[in-house]
């Protein structure tokens, strides 16, 4: 079965610094989705990546999947409080759109 | 639109007695998706619905839970009998069509058994 393993765990950065999630695969990603989550709250769709060299931004928030399709990258430009959170990678099981299985998270803080 | 709704939004129960999780979908969606976050599993996909048809609910962990979708709009989850280490934080998701939309979380309903 397929499996998401997101690195760091846990991340602490000061304000205005750069920081970046990574997001492998054990296998073929057909569909890549990053959720944000505030403590106490649901997911916050942010992106979603399928092709191969995509990249997408929104506001300070880019995201990449590489050529292999196997591995996706989280980058956040000058970090601020209200990025702090947790961020989970999730995967389509299937190539039809179908149930997503997620990674374990990476709880971000960000340090006024 | 409201976004989607669940209740209650925590439920703090005895082992043995009946929970009932609800959720109301987006207008407009037809797929249903229910969740379960611990923070030693993190986020599982319990089972998911396509226009009130259950698809997959290869993540139920046991007969004493079981969910249901009466209309296209709502959903239940029901745990009977409930038991301490059913206790996490349960998710509702619904999406539009079964292509590549988003799936759009519920605010969850946080579940302790004793």
């Known amino acids: 079965s397929q499996e998401l393993e997101q690195s760091p765990q846990s991340l602490i950065v000061q304000e205005g610094k750069n920081l970046t999630i990574n997001c492998t695969s054990s296998k073929t990603l057909y569909g890549l989705y990053w959720y944000k989550q505030k403590y106490g709250e649901g997911l916050i769709f942010l992106m979603m990546l399928q092709k191969g060299g995509e990249e997408k931004s929104h506001e300070k928030i880019t995201a990449k999947l590489d050529e292999k399709k196997q591995q996706s990258s989280l980058h956040i430009t000058a970090s601020q409080p209200s990025h702090a959170g947790i961020y989970l990678c999730?995967?389509?099981?299937?190539?039809?759109?179908?149930?997503?299985?997620f990674g374990q998270g990476t709880e971000l803080s960000v340090k006024p | 639109d409201a976004g989607v709704i669940q209740s209650p939004r925590h439920e703090v129960t005895e082992m043995g007695q009946e929970v009932t999780l609800r959720c109301k979908l987006i207008?407009?969606?037809?797929?249903l998706f229910w969740y379960r976050q611990t923070m030693m599993r993190g986020l599982e996909l319990l089972i998911y619905?396509?226009?009130?048809?259950?698809?997959?609910d290869s993540g139920m962990p046991e007969d004493r839970f079981s969910a249901k979708m009466p209309n296209a709009s709502f959903s239940t989850l029901k745990i009977q009998p409930s038991e301490p280490r059913d206790s996490a934080v349960y998710f509702c998701?619904?999406?539009?069509?079964?292509?590549?939309?988003?799936?759009?979380f519920g605010p969850g309903t946080r579940l302790t058994v004793l």
């Open positions: 999730g995967a389509d099981a299937y190539n039809q759109g179908g149930k997503l299985i």
């Open positions: 998701a619904s999406r539009q069509g079964q292509g590549d939309n988003e799936q759009f």
């Open positions: 207008s407009g969606h037809n797929s």
């Open positions: 619905f396509n226009n009130n048809v259950p698809i997959d």
